[in-house]
């Protein structure tokens, strides 16, 4: 049973629903590399994408969109994934993965989100950002890194 105070986010696509479907996501990852290009607190990770943020721009709104139990975009477009094999190319510590989620943080207060659907997707969030993170320490002879 749910409750209004505890809405079922995770079942079916009532997350993607939540977001405004692929045009919402695609707001969200708009907002989220908006933010990323201008706050200083962003910079240790804006300084890991490419000058042109167009394509990251949309394999991340074609991911978030399956991912939230919406249509399988990134699948059908690019194939599969593993989000934290995915990111091992870069280095991602504490620093990075809170930077990323500050983005993410920004980018959700800026749009019309319910505060429970906002507040559950950071938390979501924090959850693949971690793996990267935890991911990263479980092999730290990277190929090029140090
Ligand atoms: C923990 C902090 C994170 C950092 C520092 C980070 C960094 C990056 C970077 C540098 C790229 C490459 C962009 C490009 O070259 O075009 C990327 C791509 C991507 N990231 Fe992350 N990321 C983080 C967390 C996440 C999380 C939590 C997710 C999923 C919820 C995610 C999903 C993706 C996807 C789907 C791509 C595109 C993959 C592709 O190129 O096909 N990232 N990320």
Do not use: N
């Not at 079916?12 to 200083?40: H, K, N, R, T, W």
């Not at 091992?88 to 930077?99: F, L, P, Y």
């Not at 990323?100 to 429970?116: D, G, K, N, S, V």
Request: net charge negative; hydrophobic share 40%.
């Amino acid at each position: 049973m749910t409750s209004a105070q505890e809405p079922a986010f995770g079942v079916g696509d009532a997350s993607f629903q939540a977001a405004g479907g692929e045009s919402g996501l695609q707001q969200l990852v708009a907002d989220f590399y908006q933010v990323m290009e201008e706050a200083p607190q962003a910079a240790i990770v804006r300084a890991m994408y490419p000058d042109d943020v167009s394509e990251a721009r949309d394999r991340l709104a074609s991911f978030l969109s399956g991912w939230l139990g919406g249509p399988k975009r990134y699948a059908e477009k690019y194939g599969g994934i593993s989000i934290p094999q995915f990111h091992t190319r870069w280095q991602v510590g504490e620093a990075e993965r809170d930077a990323w989620l500050f983005c993410m943080e920004q980018a959700i207060a800026r749009q019309p989100y319910t505060p429970e659907f906002a507040e559950y997707l950071l938390r979501q969030l924090r959850v693949p950002a971690e793996r990267i993170r935890q991911v990263q320490t479980a092999c730290p002879a990277r190929p090029g890194q140090s």
